[in-house]
């Protein structure tokens, strides 16, 4: 069985990206990209569209947050950072820029493996849907949501927003008033293995909740119940 996923790795370590490359092309990936600079990164970009994205923080000509932003204006393809920098400030930054979810150094390359078949697979489910049948749209007082179009609408304006917070709201939407652990959450939105990285579902929600424009202190929309878990409401009044 092959997987025609094409993947571009971006980090200056050769033996991480040689680990990677022999790593997938064990699993059955046969179309592999490989770049140690930003600059090589970009090129890579302008030359063929990638499925999939894993992005090293620290490179030789920049760092990979600001890469992160500049290839959030060329494609809304997965990025996976692998970085050595574990801080709860990184994963942060990495995830705020754009990134879909973070794995730190050292790692297990199959771990990794694992992650890429979630991410893609929990995309190429997103991507069948409408194929299948004409998904519902979402209207709220607050805001409106268009799957179909992949369309986020607050208060009348179009909010710009990933593939990943589409498919987070989207869940949100499709259950309304259910609690969820974040692991619960990690696995419907992430895909069916849990890793432990619960960090990237709270960072997501709050930056969900910002473009919603719900309270971050006090949130009405997605209601975090403490020790529980997450709650969507849907806004019926202003939110």
């Known amino acids: 069985m092959t997987d025609d996923a094409n993947i571009l790795i971006v980090d200056d370590e050769i033996g991480i990206l040689k680990m990677l490359e022999i790593t997938l092309q064990k699993e059955h990936f046969k179309h592999i990209t490989t770049a140690t600079t930003k600059a090589a990164a970009l090129q890579a970009l302008t030359e063929q569209?990638?499925?999939?994205?894993?992005?090293?923080?620290?490179?030789?000509?920049?760092?990979?947050?600001?890469?992160?932003?500049?290839?959030?204006?060329?494609?809304?393809?997965?990025?996976?950072?692998?970085?050595a920098r574990s801080s709860d400030f990184d994963k942060l930054t990495g995830l705020s820029v754009g990134g879909d979810d973070y794995i730190t150094k050292p790692f297990n390359p199959l771990e990794v493996v694992a992650r890429i078949r979630?991410?893609?697979?929990?995309?190429?489910?997103?991507?069948?849907?409408?194929?299948?049948?004409?998904?519902?749209?979402?209207?709220?007082?607050?805001?409106?949501?268009?799957?179909?179009?992949?369309?986020?609408?607050?208060?009348?304006?179009?909010?710009?927003?990933?593939?990943?917070?589409?498919?987070?709201?989207?869940f949100f939407c499709?259950?309304?008033?259910?609690?969820?652990?974040?692991?619960?959450?990690?696995?419907?939105?992430?895909?069916?293995?849990?890793?432990?990285?619960?960090?990237t579902v709270t960072i997501h929600i709050a930056k969900l909740r910002k473009k919603l424009g719900d309270n971050t202190r006090k949130p009405k929309i997605i209601v975090n119940l403490r020790g529980i878990g997450y709650k969507f409401i849907p806004p019926t009044g202003d939110a």
Request: hydrophobic share 40%; with cysteine; aromatic share 10%.
């Open 174 to 199: 499709e259950n309304p008033n259910r609690v969820f652990t974040t692991s619960q959450i990690y696995e419907r939105v992430w895909g069916e293995d849990v890793f432990g990285e619960e960090k």
């Open 49 to 83: 569209d990638f499925d999939i994205i894993l992005l090293d923080v620290m490179l030789p000509d920049g760092d990979g947050f600001a890469l992160c932003s500049a290839i959030r204006q060329q494609t809304t393809a997965p990025i996976l950072f692998i970085s």
């Open 118 to 170: 979630a991410i893609l697979r929990r995309q190429r489910e997103y991507e069948k849907k409408p194929a299948q049948s004409e998904m519902k749209n979402y209207v709220y007082n607050a805001f409106s949501f268009s799957p179909d179009e992949a369309l986020l609408t607050v208060h009348g304006e179009v909010v710009q927003t990933t593939a990943k917070e589409l498919e987070l709201l989207h």
